[in-house]
Antibody, heavy 116, light 108 residues
């Protein structure tokens, strides 16, 4: 059974940092690209970042480029999102998803709240 | 950036009725469009990929059609569990990958 489990969310002050993790099981992790998608409270879905299976290629939405860094540790079956210089409009539930050109498996999400 | 618009924003129907949801793209997508269903408090679930292919485990009452800039998700006969928010998504021309704003399917 494919499982994705995010962690690392929480309350952080504007300008602060957080690192999200997504531990996966049930598939060969390094065979697949992975993606982060976020959803602000009561709002729609927004793609944040993607990374290739090897980790050699990374992609970002303009709104997070230069502040967020996606990475992965294939030996630990874990995807990361390092978030720096956080702003109030980064407040959202962050989902990791298995990326097969579409997002066929998702985690349950982790809530990030940026507030003073 | 490819912008996706969905209509209607809200659709109120009764169980057993047919639902037709629309997604329009600002540029041609060929057929690389997906549809997701999201229920409150849950992660999205992939329903349709490549415009018309049902994802694993998705009931046959869900179907997708369209190509180019106009796409449709049809639910042939609504079940109680189908009332949710539906999003379309493209990655024909990315980054960025973009989602539509969603259609909320309500019980009438």
């Amino acid at each position: 059974e494919v499982q994705l489990l995010e962690s690392g969310g929480g309350l952080v002050q504007p300008g602060g940092s957080l690192r999200l993790s997504c531990v996966v099981s049930g598939f060969t992790f390094d065979d697949y690209a992975m993606t982060w998608v976020r959803q602000a409270p009561g709002k729609g879905l927004q793609w944040v970042s993607a990374i290739s299976g090897s980790g050699g290629s990374t992609y970002y939405a303009d709104s997070v480029r230069g502040r967020f860094t996606i990475s992965r540790d294939n030996s630990k079956n874990t995807l990361y999102l390092q978030m720096n210089s956080l702003r109030a409009d980064d407040t959202a539930t962050y989902y990791c998803a298995k990326d097969t050109a579409d997002f066929d498996c998702w985690g349950q999400g982790t809530l990030v709240t940026v507030s003073s | 950036e490819i912008v996706l618009t969905q209509s209607p924003a809200t659709l109120s129907l009764s169980p057993g009725e047919r639902a037709t949801l629309s997604c329009r793209a600002s540029q041609s997508l060929s057929s690389c469009l997906a549809w997701y269903q999201q229920k409150p408090g849950q992660a999205p679930r992939l329903l349709i990929y490549d415009a018309s292919n049902r994802a694993t485990g998705i009931p046959a009452r869900f179907s997708g059609s369209g190509s180019g800039t106009d796409f449709t998700l049809t639910i042939s006969s609504l079940e109680p569990e189908d009332f949710a928010v539906y999003y379309c998504q493209q990655r024909c021309n990315w980054p960025p990958i973009t989602f539509g704003p969603g259609t909320k399917l309500n019980v009438k």
